[in-house]
Nanobody, 119 residues
Framework: QVQLVESGGGLVQAGGSLRLSCAASGSIFRLNAMGWYRQAPGKQRELVAA???????NYADSVKGRFTISRDNAKNTVYLQMNSLKPEDTAVYYCNADHSTVLTRRTYWGPGTQVTVSS
């Protein structure tokens, strides 16, 4: 089993910045792609950014140029630096990791962290 725990969420004014962290722990064999998703009230969960094990990145159009995803493989941690935040970025942000062993492959999710951007 792998556990993911997000941190760094909170309340920030529009134009401000936050840095989210997600640390993986437990029986880690190989973490492949990791990513951040978000879900606003009444909306579907959507991909914000993802990063492969060799640091290739992918972003939602709505956050390109404002958010940066990175990872520290030695610490089994993925980060999301969020700049120039907008009220529409308000959501619960979830960390996601694709984990594999010799025999299995499974996606894990964190419990989420609330990000609120006030106007």
């Amino acid at each position: 089993q792998v556990q993911l725990v997000e941190s760094g969420g909170g309340l920030v004014q529009a134009g401000g910045s936050l840095r989210l962290s997600c640390a993986a722990s437990g029986s880690i064999f190989r973490l492949n792609a990791m990513g951040w998703y978000r879900q606003a009230p009444g909306k579907q969960r959507e991909l914000v950014a993802a990063i492969t094990s060799d640091d290739k990145t992918n972003y939602a159009d709505s956050v390109k140029g404002r958010f940066t995803i990175s990872r520290d493989n030695a610490k089994n941690t993925v980060y999301l630096q969020m700049n120039s935040l907008k009220p529409e970025d308000t959501a619960v942000y979830y960390c996601n990791a694709d984990h594999s062993t010799v025999l299995t492959r499974r996606t894990y999710w964190g419990p989420g962290t609330q990000v609120t951007v006030s106007s």
